[in-house]
Structures are given as C-alpha cells and as structure tokens.
C-alpha cells in the first residue's frame, strides 16, 4: 500500500516560520484585504490546539474606520503609558532595555523597535483591519495552570492566524498595548464583558520586498537540557 501523507514542503513551511514576525513599517495602508483572505486565515487558525476541545476562542475583525480609530485610541494610550513606564511591565519593558549591555543585541535593535512602535501608534488605525483574538471567560485572578490552560487556547491559534496570512502575503503585528484600556474597548465593540481580549492585530498587505530572518539571540544562550543551565 502506498504511503497516502502527503508530502510536506519543509522549505517553504520554514520560510514562512522564518519571516513571520510583527510588521510595522512595512503595512499598506491603501490597499483593502478581501474578507476571503481573513475568513481564510482564520479558518487556519481554527486548527490550533485547544484546551480540553473547549474551542471557545473567539475573533473580532474590525473594518469601519470610527471603531479602527477607537480601538486605536486605546492603543496609542497604552503605548503612552509603556513608554513612561506607567504599568506593571517595566522588568520586559522600556526600562528592562537600559539594563542590557552596549554590546548586547537587543541593545542595537532598540532604536529600530521604538521607531517602528512609534510609526505604528500614529498609524494603526490606517490598517485595512484590525483584529481581536478573545476568548471566553475572566481568569486573570486564577492560579498558573488555569492561565496557561486559558492563554494555551487562544494564543496558538493567534500565531496560526499570523502564519495563515503571511502564506497569503498579508503581515500582521502582534501588539497588546490596548489591553491597559480593555474594558474600553469592549464598551467600544460591543465585546460581553466575560470575555478576555489577548491581543490586537493590524493587518494589511506587506509592502516591498520579502522579509527575511530576524536577528535573535544563539540558540546555546536560551535552551536548556534537562536541568536549567546545562
């Protein structure tokens, strides 16, 4: 009997693993995604795992422009209170950056993050579409297990989401700056306030060229073996 799995293209499959990262400077703005691109990609993302075959993630895509430039609103708001390290994050955060050495590679791409963030919170609401993974229920008072379980159910299929519509060309960022103003934003969509916003998604056609591998720390300085620093 002969084998019936089809055959993976591992070369394409990687490419798109290795250029699948937030897009900032790089949005077109003036071009519309077709609603059949995104209902494609999110029917993707519908293949990712889920806790316990809960499937209770649930997607906001938002296309009017009064709503884009609300949710956008509440972004730009949260980026300001980033920036000034005005929230609970500053270990990763702004500050967390002045910690690195000059040398460090994190270092050297600082200014390059800021600008693009800085170009995104003036221009988000310019995206074709904006999209809101959810998911149902509150657990941010739960143990680490039932956030992770709850977290585990959305979260991959956001990055199947990302991936889905890098294959079609479309770029995306993965930013979660609203989520400092989230009961704001449901009010502004309609969102039942027992559901849990995890991030927000501007889309849009990648503009120039194809995008190649980010520069990342070597694999030897965050992988361990079978006991932590070995």
């Known amino acids: 009997m002969k084998d019936s799995v089809r055959p993976i293209d591992l070369e394409s499959v990687d490419h798109v693993l290795n250029t699948t990262r937030s897009v ?25 795992p889920t806790g316990a075959n809960t499937q209770t993630w649930r997607f906001m895509v938002v296309t009017d422009p009064d709503l884009k430039l609300g949710l956008a609103d509440c972004y730009r708001k949260g980026a300001e209170k980033y920036v000034a390290d005005a929230t609970a994050l500053t270990r990763t955060g702004v500050s967390a950056t002045r910690e690195f050495e000059p040398d460090d590679l994190r270092s050297k791409q ?3 993050v800021l600008k693009s963030a800085g ?3 003036e221009n988000m609401q ?4 904006l999209i809101v993974p959810c998911i149902e229920s509150r657990f941010e008072k739960e143990d680490v297990f039932t956030q992770a379980s709850m977290y ?30 989230e009961q704001e934003a449901a009010q502004l969509l309609g969102i ?9 998604l501007p889309i849009a056609w990648l503009q ?3 995008l190649g591998k980010a520069k990342r720390l070597p694999l030897e300085d965050v992988c361990h073996y079978n006991r932590w620093g070995s």
């Open 24 to 48: 900032r400077l790089r949005l077109d703005f003036e071009k519309e995604v077709p609603r059949k691109i995104i209902d494609e990609a999110l029917t993707i993302a519908l293949q990712a």
């Open 110 to 112: 600082k200014d390059g």
């Open 119 to 121: 170009y995104l919170m």
């Open 126 to 129: 310019r995206a074709p579409a």
């Open 152 to 181: 585990g159910s959305i979260l991959p299929a956001t990055w199947s989401l990302m991936l889905a519509l890098r294959a079609r060309r479309i770029a995306s960022a993965w930013t979660s700056l609203h989520l400092i103003y």
């Open 192 to 200: 039942p306030a027992d559901i849990t916003q995890t991030a927000l």
């Open 208 to 210: 120039g060229g194809d």
